[in-house]
Nanobody
């Protein structure tokens, strides 16, 4: 059974940084898409970044481009999200999601990901 576990959330002041980690287990595929989503209270879940396991192609939402970096350590089956210059409006629950199998590009719609972590809270104070 595929399991996805996030860690690394917390509280930070505006302009600060956090690094989230996501460990995936319970599968044998070496081709997969991993993604970070976030959801603030009263708002829809939005895609933040994706990464493909082979070749490490990435995608970033326009709102985080240049400030966030998604990376992976395939030996550890772990994906990271380095978040810099955080803004108060980025306060949200951050979720990691996995989609197994080959892909020309990783989807950004949350409905395309069958495996989810429990989420980790990120709070940015002004």
């Amino acid at each position: 059974q595929v399991q996805v576990v996030e860690s690394g959330g917390g509280s930070v002041q505006a302009g600060g940084s956090l690094r989230l980690s996501c460990a995936a287990s319970g599968y044998t595929y070496n081709r997969k898409c991993m993604a970070w989503f976030r959801q603030a209270p009263g708002k829809e879940r939005e895609g933040v970044a994706t990464i493909y396991s082979v070749g490490s192609s990435t995608y970033y939402a326009d709102s985080v481009e240049g400030r966030f970096t998604i990376s992976q350590d395939n030996a550890k089956n772990t994906v990271y999200l380095q978040m810099n210059s955080l803004e108060p409006e980025e306060t949200a629950m951050y979720y990691c999601a996995a989609r197994l199998g080959s892909a020309n590009s990783c989807p950004t719609e949350y409905s395309r990901y069958p495996y989810w972590g429990q989420g980790t809270q990120v709070t940015v104070s002004s």
